[in-house]
């Protein structure tokens, strides 16, 4: 190896939230930039319109910048950033309450008809339908692999109630999405 080339291992996700602190000026975008995917994709399943999700993952990210003293280390910061993206969109949703309901058919046009497209519209869909704490605990646990016990963490509720909400979500999409079954 040459003079003046260091070889520069990746930095942990607890260790860019300390060096952010810390006054690093490019440690935050550095670790948003690493989960900025997942966090993107939470953001548009538990919001009604990419709009709402676009809106939601900034107030997220906000909120994580200027928190970040204030993270107590007990749990991952993946699992921080996430429940912040679930917060802001239940916020922004709480808020919302009083518009009026778009068509789920207006948000979610089928351009392609393939139907691995269609599929997956018709999931979104009937996700879409779910109350959004049940859909918050589904899209968890579900989806992004998180057990019942971090999900309950992320969450703020007890290990039986995430159980409860994904039974109840199951049991309303397999009905909801049937139909699947036959096509």
């Not at 969109?89 to 009026?100: E, F, G, M, Q, Y």
């Not at 089928?110 to 899209?139: N, S």
Request: net charge positive; proline share 3%.
């Amino acid at each position: 190896m040459g003079f003046g080339r260091r070889v520069r291992q990746q930095r942990s996700d607890a260790e860019l939230l300390a060096a952010h602190v810390a006054g690093d000026r490019y440690a935050f975008e550095e670790l948003i930039h690493r989960h900025h995917p997942q966090l993107q994709r939470l953001a548009r399943l538990s919001s009604r319109s990419p709009e709402d999700a676009a809106d939601a993952l900034q107030d997220a990210m906000l909120s994580a910048h200027r928190g970040a003293g204030s993270f107590r280390h007990d749990a991952a910061v993946s699992s921080w950033l996430y429940r912040i993206v679930v917060n802001a969109c239940l916020d922004r949703l709480r808020r919302n309450r009083t518009h009026p309901t778009i068509a789920l058919e207006d948000v979610y046009p089928v351009a392609d008809r393939t139907a691995q497209v269609e599929t997956a519209i018709a999931v979104q869909r009937a996700l879409m339908r779910l109350p959004v704490e049940q859909r918050a605990a589904v899209v968890a646990v579900d989806m992004h692999g998180y057990s019942v016990a971090d999900t309950a963490r992320l969450l703020g509720v007890a290990e039986g109630t995430v159980k409860s909400r994904c039974a109840r979500a199951r049991a309303r999409l397999a009905s909801v999405l049937g139909y699947l079954d036959h096509a």
